[in-house]
Each structure stands twice: as structure tokens, then as C-alpha cells.
């Protein structure tokens, strides 16, 4: 009971910051020009192609937000839950 508990506190919490770390990301080609945010947010490869040209002013929301899912992926497995698979 307690580890689904914590489990599903660390889903939500990572899920939440992963989510604020992509919305920081999207500011950031947004303020680049509207042509890269619109790809961005349409096209899910040419975010790499941004953050490989712009490495210098994206890699904290990148990393804020690979660090959120790894901690909502902890969570999840250790809560035990099943309902993405």
C-alpha cells in the first residue's frame, strides 16, 4: 500500500515536471521565431534538430524534462502499476 502510494507520488510528480521542463523547452524555440515553435510542437524530430543547433540555451528544459519522466518511469515501476502496458 505504502509503495503504491509513493509510486503514484513520484508518476504524478515527475509526469508534472517533465511536462513544465517540455512547456520551458516550447518558450525557447517560440522565442526563436514562430516558425521554429510550430515544428517544434508539430514535428517531434525537429526538436533534436533544435536543441542540437541551440545546445547552449535548451539543455536545462531538456534535462528538466528527461529527469521528470525517469522520475515519473521510477515511479510507475515502483508503484506496480500496469495501466500503460
Known sequence: MIMTVLGLAL???????GLAGEIRFLVITYRHGPGWFLTCLLIP???WAFFL????EAWRPVALSIGGFIV???G????????LS
Do not use: D, N, P, Q
Request: proline share 0%; glycine share 20%.
Open 11 to 17: 508518476f504524478v510528480i515527475g509526469c508534472l515536471v
Open 45 to 47: 524530430l525537429v526538436g
Open 53 to 56: 543547433f541551440y545546445t547552449k
Open 72 to 74: 515519473a518511469g521510477t
Open 76 to 83: 510507475y515501476c515502483l508503484g506496480g502499476f500496469t495501466f
